[in-house]
């Protein structure tokens, strides 16, 4: 009595997909490399205000840069990361 291929439990494993960072999911994260929080300027910010404003948010490439930081003449850009936040339409905006 041998189990066969009874015990191939392991190919289960494969159906189990990491998350995917799908185009238009940039995010920059909320603190910046000084920890400063880009919402509200706060250095070490934990206001569960901006966390959740942060979370909100979307973020495409920006298109004056296109995320070199740098627009084609040469001036810096203003853009965060090489990222903008967009405002999509104003469904739901509470404030
Ligand atoms: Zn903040
Ligand atoms: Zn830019």
Known sequence: MVPAEADASGVLEESTMPAQVIAGELKPS?????????????RWCHSPECIAQHQRSRWVVCPDCFGELYRPSGDPCGCLYGLVETYPAAAGRQS
């Open 30 to 42: 909320r603190l910046n490399f000084a920890q400063v929080c880009i919402q509200c300027g706060d």
